[in-house]
């Protein structure tokens, strides 16, 4: 049997201090997009919860954000109170997470990391997200989710008009 990739290691044990009560699953493949492991879960797109790094002027910001969605940085930054919302590049997101992009989790981080979660993944019963690893993700509930990292509802889409 295969070593378990560290990340995935050091993930397990922080879900499982955190009360986590999902299972952590490593896929076949890497499953670093939402349609990717929603095809291999046999789930809907929109049960993945994507952990979405940004920097914010310098601080990392996290949002939990149900696979069906993308995020207006624009909007979302101005509902969140930040300047704006920039596009993490992967050593930031490595420095912030320990975690590469595709794989990032939305707990097991080095230091505490603001986050946001988006309340359509409310209608899922199961939410899936990543485990610390392209190839691992974990199941939740959105409750359990929130519970975990602190996550404050905000909605990701544009604005209405």
Known sequence: MPTEHASITSF???????GGTGDVVILPDSAHT?????AAL???VGAI???????????????????????????????IGVGRLKRADPEFVRRHTGQVIGGVSPLDHPAPVRTWIDPWLRQHPVVWAAAGHPA??????YDELVA????VEVEVGPKAD
């Open 148 to 151: 975990m990292t602190g996550a």
């Open 34 to 38: 939402a349609a990717l492991a929603a």
């Open 12 to 18: 397990r044990g922080e879900l499982t201090r955190r």
């Open 49 to 79: 919860a994507n952990s979405l790094l940004f920097d914010a002027g310098g601080e990392p910001v996290l949002i939990l954000t149900s696979g069906a969605h993308r995020v207006d940085t624009a909007a979302a930054a101005e509902r």
């Open 42 to 44: 046999g789930c809907e």
């Open 136 to 141: 691992a993700v974990f199941s939740t509930t």
